[in-house]
């Protein structure tokens, strides 16, 4: 019984930290050495968050900024206006979405039997056991606000794109958005070829 429910538990775990693993996904050009690069500037973002005032909104625009500004600093990059080495620029996006959200569990209790009658009940290894199990799951759908980060980083240069980030989730609790943002930079930012300094 409780092998089964330390298996049950693992797989669990482990598929809801494949989820969460998924919602940050970079990219890059392996070839580049990104440690030439020391000095950046912002290009223009592109703000795609329909007319919902809750998104578009300038002051959340500063703080993604600000939030990259401090990753950038501690990996030992500037800002610079003229003639930086990187342009980064900011894409935001939101959805409305339907998905279905788990309304009950999938594995039911389990029932000893045996022989005897309660209390004085008698449990053999081979003329008891359990009986019970997985029961179909429920699920209830409900929509949701995905809202979607992307940060470029592009030779300035040459104009071409060198790295992207992305990070997505549900951002339906405007009260939530400061912390979100601060996390999704801070997650994107970790996996930037220049580690800390």
Do not use: C
Request: no cysteine; hydrophobic share 35%.
């Amino acid at each position: 019984m409780k092998r089964m429910l330390a298996l049950v538990t693992a797989l669990v775990l482990g598929m809801f930290g494949h989820i969460a693993n998924a919602q940050i996904s970079p990219d890059y050009d392996r070839s580049v050495d990104f440690s030439t690069y020391r000095t950046y500037t912002f290009a223009k973002p592109e703000v795609n968050v329909g007319n919902n005032p809750v998104f578009k909104n300038p002051l959340l625009m500063q703080r993604i900024e600000g939030n990259l500004v401090r990753e950038f600093n501690e990996r030992g990059l500037s800002q610079q206006k003229s003639h930086p080495d990187l342009l980064v620029k900011i894409h935001t996006y939101t959805e409305e979405k339907t998905r279905n959200v788990y309304n009950g569990s999938a594995y039911g209790p389990l029932y000893r039997y045996g022989w005897g009658f309660a209390p004085y009940r008698f449990y053999w290894p081979f003329l008891g056991g359990y009986y019970g199990g997985w029961n179909q799951p429920t699920y209830r759908q409900e929509n949701v606000t995905q809202g979607t980060l992307l940060v470029d980083m592009i030779d300035a240069r040459t104009n071409q794109l060198l790295w992207r980030g992305t990070a997505q989730g549900v951002v339906d609790n405007p009260k939530r958005l400061e912390r979100q943002i601060a996390r999704g930079v801070r997650k994107i930012m970790k996996d930037y070829p220049v580690k800390e300094s």
